[in-house]
């Protein structure tokens, strides 16, 4: 099966292997959603052999641009079937956390969104509570998301919507945050008002969230 195939190829580093198969499922019709569930799966092995001591920093990195392509190619799929230009949802502010500089999860949410008529401004990785508070000041968004990977990294999280609160916006955003640790105690601890664990997920808060 090309699925298991493309999960193998990103485990075991084979870059070329790896972009073939993920081609060979969007021709054959494996939807850009599908396809990035399996590359999520290959990351949680890549994870998990890095936890266990068999991988290292650069095997990581090797993973993260294998990961970067396959979102591309999936990415250029869903355009295919993007209209004109409509009129956004609602805007949404999306970086990861101060101290984490995890970018590939955040990337699919912030195209999942965008092609289901939101206008996202990416504030980028490691962003700090200032930036936050300059750019929700400046944008006005509806919804800030915060991406977060690391365990260390849920204080920051933390500390920024806390900071968002003190500088008086707390009221004029709702926020949503994930990445792999997040769950319901982690969102209740950093102060968010929701969490997804996924990039359909997302956008199924955001459009909640704009409904209201
Ligand atoms: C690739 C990778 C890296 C790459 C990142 C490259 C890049 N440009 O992003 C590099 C090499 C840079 C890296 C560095 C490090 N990493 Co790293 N990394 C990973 C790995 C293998 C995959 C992450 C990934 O891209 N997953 C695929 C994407 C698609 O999934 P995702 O990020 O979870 O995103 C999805 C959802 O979570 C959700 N989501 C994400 N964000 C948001 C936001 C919102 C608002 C919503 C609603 C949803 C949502 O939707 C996304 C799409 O479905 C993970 C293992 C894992 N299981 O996650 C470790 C992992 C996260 N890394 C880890 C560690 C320890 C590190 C380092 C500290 C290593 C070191 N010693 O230097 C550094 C930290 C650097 C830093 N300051 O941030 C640990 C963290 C452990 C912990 N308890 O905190 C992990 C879990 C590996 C492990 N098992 O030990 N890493």
Redesign the pocket.
Known sequence: MSEEKLINAIAEMEEEEALKEAQAMLDSGVSATDL?KS??RA??I???R??DGEYF?PQ??M??EI??QISEMAKDELKEGEGEEEEKLGKIL?GTVD????????G??NFNLDVNEFKVIDLGEDVKAEEFIKAIKEHKPDIV???C????AFDSMKNTIEAIDKAGLRDQVKI??????INDDVCEYSGADD?????V??VS?AKKWMEE
């Open positions: 990035m590359c999520r990351m949680e890549v994870g998990e890095f936890a920093v990581l990195i993973a993260g990961m970067t999306m101290g984490d500089i995890h970018d590939i999860g955040k699919i949410v998301g915060m991406s990977l690391l365990t260390v949503m945050i994930g990445g792999a640790p969490w997804g664990k996924d990039a997920e997302a808060i």
